[in-house]
């Protein structure tokens, strides 16, 4: 897969835009070439499809791919090696064909046309859910926040869960954090005892553990921190250069991945599809709710095929 390009997905929307400037930009760190693609309006295809049975071929220029070649070429001075093409069929299955030979998909949030009241279009939904690849979903203007000179501007947050979350998005969130020289924040939920405040009242604030006296610290959240250190040895010991930030918060993961990625690069996250025990928070759920409410692009990656076999 290292071979495999960097795959953009483009509409002429503002946020297919955004999605390509990242693209170009991760293409850029990882030496990869790009490949940018648009897929055809579906009445365009009849179009053309009509014409093509009258024995005629007439050349069409994609106004789309133009305007993406345009934005490429201006970027570090066409320092990107790049390739477009003009995609056939419904949006979704072309785009899912197309991540079988891509190292990352790259989506907008929505595309052109969508409602503006919508967070997230349901191409970028499918996408996550169904692509063989990570799938990276960028936020529109509004929603991405300008990174500060804060100390952890700019690193890469991981939701983990011990038992559920496959190797490969873990490998995949170091290697995001390694290739930009950043820290790595990893966030990991643990249950608690149902209360009625707990129902009515604030979410629980998140403390760092740092901050609690370890023999002070409820049973479970000291469970949860063996969990997720001995989830993550393997890969501390093989990207030992990457800083680990290691968060054990009660129950919700989202929340606090929501709110840390106002100042970060990039939120990685699973794609699970066993179910947890009863009333747990699934990372499927976490995924939904981050690929929602993020201030910063999302990647969405799915396990390797020996895990899901494995699985």
Same mark, same amino acid.
Request: net charge negative; hydrophobic share 45%.
């Given at each position: ?11 002429? +929307?503002?946020? +297919? ?106 191409? +970028?939904?499918?996408?996550? +859910? ?182």
């Amino acid at each position: 897969m290292s071979d495999f390009p960097v795959v953009a997905a483009v509409d002429g +929307s503002e946020h +297919s835009h955004r999605a390509l400037e990242w693209a170009l930009g991760e293409a850029h760190r990882l030496g990869a070439e790009l490949r940018v693609v648009h897929v055809s309006p579906e009445e365009l295809q009849v179009g053309l499809a009509r014409i093509h049975s009258l024995g005629q071929d007439p050349e069409i220029v994609d106004a789309v791919l133009e305007g993406a070649k345009r934005q490429v070429e201006a970027y570090a001075d066409g320092g990107v090696r790049a390739q477009y093409a003009t995609l056939d069929g419904s949006v979704s299955d072309a785009l899912v064909a197309e991540a079988g030979r891509a190292r990352v998909l790259v989506v907008g949030s929505r595309g052109r046309g969508g409602f503006a009241s919508l967070l997230l279009g349901s191409t +970028s939904r499918s996408l996550t +859910s169904s692509a063989p690849c990570p799938v990276v979903v960028v936020p529109h203007e509004a929603r991405a926040a300008a990174l500060t000179e804060r100390p952890e501007a700019g690193r890469v947050l991981l939701g983990l869960h011990p038992e559920e979350t496959a190797d490969a998005v873990v490998a995949f969130a170091f290697e995001e954090a390694r290739g930009r020289s950043v820290a790595l924040e990893v966030v990991t939920a643990y249950p608690v005892p149902p209360s009625p405040l707990l129902m009515v009242g604030p979410p629980a604030p998140v403390v760092p553990l740092t901050d609690v006296p370890e023999p002070d610290r409820p049973e479970f959240e000291q469970e949860a921190d063996e969990h997720q250190a001995a989830r993550l040895g393997p890969f501390t010991e093989r990207y030992h250069d990457v800083k680990v930030v290691r968060v054990v918060a009660p129950m919700d993961a989202a929340g606090r991945l929501v709110e840390d990625s106002a100042t970060a690069a990039l939120v990685v996250v699973g794609r699970h599809h066993r179910r947890l025990r009863p009333g747990s928070l699934t990372m499927g759920s976490v995924a939904h709710a981050v690929l929602q409410h993020a201030q910063c692009p999302v990647a969405v990656v799915p396990a390797a095929p020996e895990e899901h076999a494995a699985g």
